[in-house]
Nanobody, 123 residues
Framework: QVQLVESGGGSVQVGGSLRLACTAS????????MGWYRQAPGKEREFVAA????????FYADFAKGRFTLSRETADVTIYLEMNALKPEDTAVYYC????????????????WGHGTQVTVFS
């Protein structure tokens, strides 16, 4: 069973920044597209961003454009989500995802999910 391990969540003031990381447990993931979803209390899970297997393509939800940056370290199969200008509505559990269709970065049913990391933005 492939595992995705998230880190970097926490509490931050409005306007602040956080950097989330997700590392895959197996090198197999080096050919996978990876990304992030999030789920706020009482809301449905929503797509945040995804990156192709080689880091060449990215796709962001509208709310993430201009504030969030997704990057990939191919050597150790880790992705990073740099989140800036955070808002209270960014408060959610953020889940790392991965899918063997490594070229496609659009929202879809990703096959592998991490356990999530909590991000709380307070005013």
């Amino acid at each position: 069973q492939v595992q995705l391990v998230e880190s970097g969540g926490g509490s931050v003031q409005v306007g602040g920044s956080l950097r989330l990381a997700c590392t895959a447990s197996q090198r197999t993931f080096s050919s996978y597209a990876m990304g992030w979803y999030r789920q706020a209390p009482g809301k449905e899970r929503e797509f945040v961003a995804a990156i192709s297997w080689n880091g060449g393509s990215t796709f962001y939800a509208d709310f993430a454009k201009g504030r969030f940056t997704l990057s990939r370290e191919t050597a150790d199969v880790t992705i990073y989500l740099e989140m800036n200008a955070l808002k209270p509505e960014d408060t959610a559990v953020y889940y790392c995802v991965a899918d063997p269709n490594g070229e496609y970065v659009t929202p879809r049913d990703f096959t592998s999910w991490g356990h999530g990391t909590q991000v709380t933005v307070f005013s």
